[in-house]
């Protein structure tokens, strides 16, 4: 089978590229307005896009109604935002501020996180995820027409907590971190639990 993207649906076009490409890490994206006012929100389009000079980025939609959401307009206005890391034992907490809030309600408060003051942008972490990065902006790109526009955030990490016990001879230990990723389908998410290793070949 093959199939043109073009004539997809918004719909099916979602279903066929988040079923395609999995697992998809999931990272709660904190911002913070211009008067001060907290948002977080969940994102699983979110990537590694270089380790040194070490860049992240994301990709986030318009709201139902074409309108940008509050996580694309304070990143716009304040150029910086955090990354919180998901695992298993944060879930839960997660699915739940995927919800679509009203205007001034915390999803901290709403999925009983703890909010954390970062050392370098004013965005709040997420006390419990074992890891977290403080990003600045760098960049947003701008793909599609109305309504069908989709952007991808662009960061700086400038900070990294990692969770003392996960830090291991200079990397993070999988076993412990015990990450989730979100696959295609509907509400479908996976554990990191079933690990295996590859050693890689000697040069030919």
């Not at 994206?29 to 977080?40: A, E, I, Q």
């Not at 304070?74 to 935002?81: A, P």
């Amino acid at each position: 089978m093959k199939i043109d993207p073009q004539t997809l649906s918004n719909r099916n076009a979602h279903h066929l590229f988040a079923g395609a490409i999995a697992p998809r890490p999931i990272a709660w994206v904190s911002t913070v307005d211009k008067l001060g006012r907290n948002n977080l929100a969940p994102f699983s389009t979110y990537t590694l896009m270089s380790s040194k000079p070490a860049v992240l980025g994301f990709g986030i939609g318009n709201t139902r109604e074409g309108k940008k959401k509050d996580t694309l307009r304070n990143i716009e206005d304040t150029k910086e935002f955090a990354v919180s890391l998901v695992n298993e034992d944060l879930a839960e907490a997660m699915n739940l501020t995927s919800t679509d809030f009203p205007w001034g309600v915390s999803e901290f408060e709403k999925a009983n996180l703890r909010a954390e003051k970062a050392d370098l942008v004013k965005a709040l972490l997420v006390a419990e995820s074992p890891v977290k990065m403080e990003c600045r902006l760098l960049k947003i790109l701008k793909f599609g027409k109305l309504p069908d526009v989709r952007f991808f955030v662009v960061g700086e990490i400038l900070c990294v907590h990692v969770r003392d016990d996960l830090y291991v001879d200079g990397m993070i230990d999988p076993y412990k971190l015990k990450a989730v990723g979100r696959l295609g389908g509907t509400d479908l998410y996976c554990r990191t639990r079933d690990i295996f290793e590859l050693k890689r070949p000697d040069k030919v």
